[in-house]
Nanobody, 123 residues
Framework: QVQITESGGGLVQAGDSLKLSCTAS????????MGWFRQAPGREREFVAA????????VYAKSVEGRFTVSRENAENTAYLQMNNLKPEDTAVYYC????????????????WGQGTQVTVSS
């Protein structure tokens, strides 16, 4: 069983930055795609960003492209989501998830999920 823990959320103002971290207990972390998703109240969970097992490829949702950066440090079993120029519409619970092989943007293709971390952006 893989355990995933997100951290780094908080309350910030529009235009501020936050960096989320995601640590996984998996022994095969360096073989896993790491994905970030978010869910706002009353809305479905949506894809934010993902990074391939070796960091060579990243994919972003159009709504965050140019503002968010996903990265990973396999030696530390940790993935990151750097969020810059945050907007009120970025307010959501942010989740980290893992899957094998290829990057996908659909939540149900990811196998293990963390509990999420709340990000609130005030205007």
């Amino acid at each position: 069983q893989v355990q995933i823990t997100e951290s780094g959320g908080g309350l910030v103002q529009a235009g501020d930055s936050l960096k989320l971290s995601c640590t996984a207990s998996s022994r095969t972390f360096n073989l896993q795609v790491m994905g970030w998703f978010r869910q706002a109240p009353g809305r479905e969970r949506e894809f934010v960003a993902a990074i391939s097992y070796n960091g060579a490829r990243t994919v972003y949702a159009k709504s965050v492209e140019g503002r968010f950066t996903v990265s990973r440090e396999n030696a530390e079993n940790t993935a990151y989501l750097q969020m810059n120029n945050l907007k009120p519409e970025d307010t959501a619970v942010y989740y980290c998830a893992t899957k094998s092989e290829f990057i996908r943007t659909t939540a149900n293709e990811y196998n293990y999920w963390g509990q999420g971390t709340q990000v609130t952006v005030s205007s």
